[in-house]
């Protein structure tokens, strides 16, 4: 397994990718068009800060491959900061493909991003997960996230709020 920045140079296994994550009905793709195509484009310039729409920050993104190329996860750091972030999406959202989970790879992921990208501005990152996700929240915990509070939703659901520290300076 090798984690790259996404790149066009992804697109035919990112059609594959973005097929599966809407038949999961993943929070993240829920909303998108039906082009894969077009949403890796933009991701890429989302990256650059190119083409952002409003509202929006800067947002990197990096995918978790198997050694055939096929994309296994994605991990997402988002540069900024806005009552969206803060309240209910995270700094960095990341999710991994059933069929590769049970094996550490959200941890890989989270760890990746936690060892490589610049430290958010407000100190910590902010990484929010459902609660009803125990996977997700032990993986948030595993990697030293901090529980800030549990915010129920008008719908029911619980999302678990956490503070995340970068562990980039460890290794500098």
Not at 77 to 94: A, N, P
């Amino acid at each position: 397994m090798r984690i790259e920045a996404a790149s066009e140079k992804h697109l035919s296994a990112y059609r594959q990718y973005f097929q599966a994550c809407r038949e999961l009905d993943f929070d993240y793709y829920r909303d998108l068009a039906d082009d894969a195509d077009a949403w890796l484009r933009k991701l890429v310039r989302h990256a650059d800060g190119e083409e952002m729409p409003a509202g929006w920050v800067p947002c990197q993104t990096w995918f978790l491959l198997t050694p055939e190329g096929e994309i296994a996860g994605a991990a997402r750091l988002r540069h900024g900061e806005t009552h969206m972030i803060q309240e209910k999406i995270g700094h960095i959202g990341f999710e991994v493909l059933p069929k590769w989970r049970g094996n550490g790879y959200g941890r890989v992921l989270l760890q990746y991003v936690q060892a490589i990208a610049e430290q958010p501005e407000c100190g910590n990152w902010v990484v929010v997960c459902d609660a009803a996700n125990p996977a997700a929240v032990r993986t948030v915990e595993t990697c030293g996230g901090q529980l800030l509070e549990d915010v129920r939703q008008t719908d029911g659901t619980v999302l678990k709020r956490y503070s995340l520290t970068p562990i980039g300076g460890l290794f500098a």
